[in-house]
Every structure is written in structure tokens, then in C-alpha cells.
């Protein structure tokens, strides 16, 4: 159990460029997640996966973001054209549908400064 | 539309005292609520949960109580440990819900020796 990684941690990036984070959850896991954490503020929910269906999208996930899971494994998450109120900790997290479903076990985040 | 809420930002505690820690919510429909731990650039980490047919669950040092009518919900830490000093989010889900984690503010605890 390696648990859930992502890449990178940090990213500074100037407004109007895209980027990109990578999550790999564990492996046996069939469902992961993307909040977002600003200053101050809990995490917030943006999107899930079970296998390679996106479920659901928070309303937070303007259509600058896209995310994708294409084989059920890894995700990314793509955010285009950033602004400065981008910048925030993005975790990823997963857990395991059917399991001791309720606990999610979460990354150690990528944060995203936005110039 | 803060659903879950903890309204205290920090908490200082003394070693070896207790600590607790409150969150309250406003959705009926949560019927499982956890508390996560994090340190600074960190994930958050799981400590303990409960469900709502329970008004008490206990993990060693940790204890967890739901008051259903009142929507509350505590953690309490006993004896509190210089290690504890860290954030703690309450967090909250329903069944069906996909195990969408909706979450409070957060509370700052230090624990000073």
C-alpha cells in the first residue's frame, strides 16, 4: 500500500496558462476524488470517478477544469486559461466502493500558485 | 452554504489535559461523519468516524460523540499530546452519496507542554 500520490507538489504557473496534476490512488481502489483547499477553508469537492466514470461534478468545476480517468487508474486534472483565484491545494483522494466505504484516504495535495 | 460548521478556529490545550473539538451541521440527510487530522503540507489523515444509529464511538485516545437533534457532533482527545498540535476537520456524508465528503472550516489545536 503505497497510498495515494501526486505529482507535483507544487506549481507556480503565470495567468492564462494550463496545467496539469496527476493523482495515483491505491490500487485496489475503485473510486477517487478532487477537492480543492484555500486558506483558511476546509476541502472543497469538485469531482469523482468510480472506475472511469466521472459521477459527478461540484458546480465549483467551471468548464476551465476537466478532469479524466481513462483506465480506472490515475487522474488528471487540467485547469485552462488560470486566474489567480486558481491558487489553492489540490488533493486527490480515493476509497474503495463496497469497502469501509466511507473513509477516504487523501494525497498530499498539489498547490497551485497562480502570478 | 456552510453545512458542516466548527466554529472555533483554534484551541490551546495544555499535555495531558483534554481536548475538544466541536462541529455542527445543518444537512438532515448526513448519517456518517469522520474527523481528519492534517499537518501542514500534508493531506488530510483519518482519525475516526461515526454513525449516526451510534451517539459514541471510541479509538483509544480518541472519542467521538453525536448528538442527532442537536446536529453536534465532538472529538475529544484524552490525553491531549504535544503530537495532536494539528488541524482537525469534521467532515460529513449520507448514504448514496457517493462517499462525498462535505467538510467544516477546520480548528487549529496546540498542545503546549
Known sequence: ?115 | DQQVKQNSPSLSVQEGRISILNCDYTNSMFDYFLWYKKYPAEGPTFLISISSIKDKNEDGRFTVFLNKSAKHLSLHIVPSQPGDSAVYFCAATFTGGGNKLTFGTGTQLKVEL
Open chain 1, 1 to 115: 500500500d503505497t497510498g495515494v500520490s501526486q505529482d507535483p507538489r507544487h506549481k507556480i504557473t503565470k495567468r492564462g496558462q494550463n496545467v496539469t496534476f496527476r493523482c495515483d490512488p491505491i490500487s485496489e481502489h475503485n473510486r477517487l476524488y478532487w477537492y480543492r483547499q484555500t486558506l483558511g477553508q476546509g476541502p472543497e469537492f469538485l469531482t469523482y470517478f468510480q472506475n472511469e466514470a466521472q459521477l459527478e461534478k461540484s458546480r465549483l468545476l467551471s468548464d476551465r477544469f476537466s478532469a479524466e480517468r481513462p483506465k480506472g487508474s490515475f487522474s488528471t486534472l487540467e485547469i485552462q486559461r488560470t486566474e489567480q483565484g486558481d491558487s489553492a491545494m489540490y488533493l486527490c483522494a480515493s476509497s474503495l466502493a463496497g469497502g469501509e466505504t466511507e473513509k477516504l484516504f487523501f494525497g498530499s495535495g498539489t498547490q497551485l500558485s497562480v502570478l
